[in-house]
């Protein structure tokens, strides 16, 4: 007869040690598995039960540690962790090495026509919307005016960075040509970011203890946060964006890259996506009203948790 499972398994946080590199490693290809992409409906709400019964105390009989974490990380991958809705399939974690190396690709390959420009500016534009608002941080809703005309702007300042650029460019070196896909991510990320998102900066995120108590909501929490996403959005989009021009401008000079060119860049075009990770902030940097709050209630706090986002 199987013994029954532990109620002490911390499922809120990793499974592995995140202060060494192979446990951040481990957790970092775990939440980002395109396989789970294809995961059934029924399959994500299985998991989603077994995880929210755990947390109630409730175990399913015969249910292993294996089980309940493999179910944990089927849970993270699709439902929002403020919200606890389920996430839009290509805004989930999963979906960011697919659709990112699909959409990163033609972007390096087609930029020297205006319409090939605005066309894959377009469609990144347009799924980073999805994403941005998919991952969002907090759990205050957002209206479909307010999400319309976030998208309009961020999408119409990323196409206009793009074709500014690459107007530019004509006059300079063929290789800086194949910098405009990076420059104008970079500069939409600032776009689209802070309008997707920017009912936080009105409302705040919540800001919680180390224990996951809720103590409140924070403009600030949401103005490092939304900072950190630009950071590491940016950051990100440099070994799949700024290094492959560099390699392809040398290599397309060579006879066997001028009948496969196209095949060679698929190579070279990697992603590093980032994932949700809590970040932290001291209480003294958070507005004075909540800072008052916090110290009355638990002044043993000095460092409040919070989710960034995407």
């Known amino acids: 007869m199987s013994r029954e499972l532990s109620l002490n398994i911390n499922i809120s946080e990793p499974q592995w040690d995140q202060s060494t590199f ?16 294809l995961l059934s409906s029924k399959t994500l709400e299985e998991a989603r039960i077994t995880v929210e019964n755990y947390r109630k105390g409730v175990v399913k009989p015969g249910l292993t540690e294996d089980e309940l974490w493999r179910a944990k990380y089927i849970y993270d991958s699709a439902f929002h962790p403020d919200t606890g809705e389920k996430m839009v399939l290509i805004g989930r974690m999963s979906a960011q090495v697919p659709m990112n190396m699909t959409i990163t690709g033609c972007m390096l390959t087609f930029y020297r026509t205006t319409p090939a420009v605005l066309f894959w500016q377009w469609v990144n534009q347009s799924f980073n919307a999805v994403v941005n608002y998919t991952n969002r941080s907090g759990d205050a809703p957002i209206t479909m005016n307010q ?13 206009v960075t793009a074709l500014g650029l690459k107007s530019l460019t004509k006059h300079l070196p063929p290789i800086m040509g194949r910098f405009i896909p990076f420059a104008a991510v970079a500069a939409a990320n600032c776009i689209n970011i802070p309008f997707m998102r920017q009912r936080e900066l009105k409302y705040g995120i919540p800001v919680m ?6 103590l409140g909501q924070s403009s600030s929490a949401a103005k490092q946060a939304i900072v950190q996403v630009v950071v590491s959005r940016i950051g990100m989009a440099v070994p ?4 492959p021009p560099v390699i392809m401008n040398s ?3 060579k006879a066997f890259m001028k009948v496969s060119g196209h095949m060679f860049r698929g190579v070279f075009v990697t992603q ?3 994932y949700s990770a809590p970040s932290s902030m001291k209480v003294s940097s958070l507005e004075p009203d909540l800072q008052e709050s916090i110290r009355k209630s638990s002044p043993h706090i000095d460092t409040v948790y919070f989710n960034k986002g995407l």
């Open 22 to 37: 192979a446990g951040r490693a481990k957790h970092f290809f775990m939440v980002t598995d395109p396989r789970n992409v």
């Open 147 to 159: 999400l319309g005309a976030a998208y309009v702007c961020a999408t119409s300042g990323a196409v």
């Open 209 to 214: 203890d180390e224990e996951g108590n809720r």
């Open 240 to 243: 799949a964006m700024a290094i």
């Open 251 to 253: 290599l397309e000079k």
């Open 272 to 274: 590093v996506p980032c």
